[in-house]
């Protein structure tokens, strides 16, 4: 039985490809970007997060806890992490809610059957399922599974990736994805293995040899102060998309600070504190110079 390790499922999205979607993220991703809204999904593994805000210090995971992983550090309420076995018997006595195993592992039956509760949804409004991350590739066989199970049950399919597989995982499960969402982060080879911990070569080559074979794709451009907005990387992007033989569209997306708080509970640190959104005239902008090169650009997902 094919199974893998999932950490949400997101109904009723509208961000995530065409009308109402089912989003199932996938835990794991070769990536590590600065700016990442979703730090629990980089590790392939489950992974305790506490609320630190939440606890009302009543020491209930203290007494559960067989490993002995939790400890009082003065007032706080601390994990050994060498220790922790993550059981999640400590977020089941937590009356608070402030501890959580993100990441479950599950078959594909029981992920098809929460998408299957959608149906009626995607029906109406032309939508499906997404499968995004993390990278969904990363867990090649659990995808291929899941898109197979939707094809039997015509159920529109989306592919959220950042692009980061060779080839023969992408030559697997092409056939059965009805839209790629394909991030494009970084033109600049030395910026790209910088701020995001892997070259963009493969990135660049898998994107190129989608689009040679006729797939429906829209790029997906995170817009990243300081790092990919400036007019240099902006218009290579350009050029770059221009040259494909396909894409349906260019989505720029930007940058929030959604997800700063998150690192803090997996007890890891934000790379671009000072950061902020980029302005409404910087995304215009953007957008222009986009559609000078004959692109179809739209603000957001």
Not at 211 to 229: A, M
Request: glycine share 10%; net charge negative; hydrophobic share 40%.
């Amino acid at each position: 039985m094919v199974t893998g390790i999932i950490f949400d499922i997101k109904k009723f999205s509208i961000h995530d490809g065409p009308g109402i979607r089912t989003t199932v993220f996938f835990k794991g991703c070769p990536l590590n970007c600065w700016w990442c809204h979703n730090p629990e999904s980089q590790a392939p593994e489950p992974e305790l997060v506490f609320w630190e805000g939440r606890c009302i210090r009543c020491g209930a995971c203290l007494e559960v806890c067989d490993p002995g992983a939790i400890f009082w550090d003065g007032d706080v309420v601390s994990t050994d992490g060498e220790k922790c076995t993550l059981c999640g018997a400590c977020a089941e006595a937590c009356y608070a809610e402030a501890r959580e195993i993100v990441g479950r592992e599950m078959t594909v039956a029981q992920v098809m059957a929460e998408i299957e509760r959608d149906v009626p949804f995607y029906d109406e409004s032309g939508g499906g399922v997404t499968f995004s991350g993390g990278e969904p590739l990363a867990q090649r066989d659990f995808l291929l599974a899941l898109l197979r199970a939707c094809r039997e049950k015509e159920i529109h399919t989306a592919v959220d990736t950042c692009g980061f597989a060779t080839w023969e995982t992408f030559d697997n499960i092409r056939e059965y994805v009805g839209l790629f969402l394909y991030d494009l982060k970084l033109m600049d080879a030395a910026k790209h293995q910088k701020f995001t911990g892997v070259s963009n070569g493969l990135i660049l080559r898998n994107l190129q040899a989608l689009s040679q074979r006729g797939h429906d794709i829209f790029l997906r451009v995170p817009i990243i102060p300081g790092i990919n907005d400036d007019d240099e990387e902006v218009r290579r992007i350009g050029a770059f998309a221009a040259a494909l033989p396909r894409l349906e569209r260019v989505d720029i997306l930007p940058y929030h600070r959604a997800g700063v708080e998150k690192y803090g509970r997996l007890n890891e640190v934000y790379e671009l504190p000072e950061t902020r959104p980029p302005s409404d005239e910087r995304m215009a902008e953007i957008t222009q110079m986009l559609r000078g090169f004959g692109l179809q650009v739209k603000i957001g997902g």
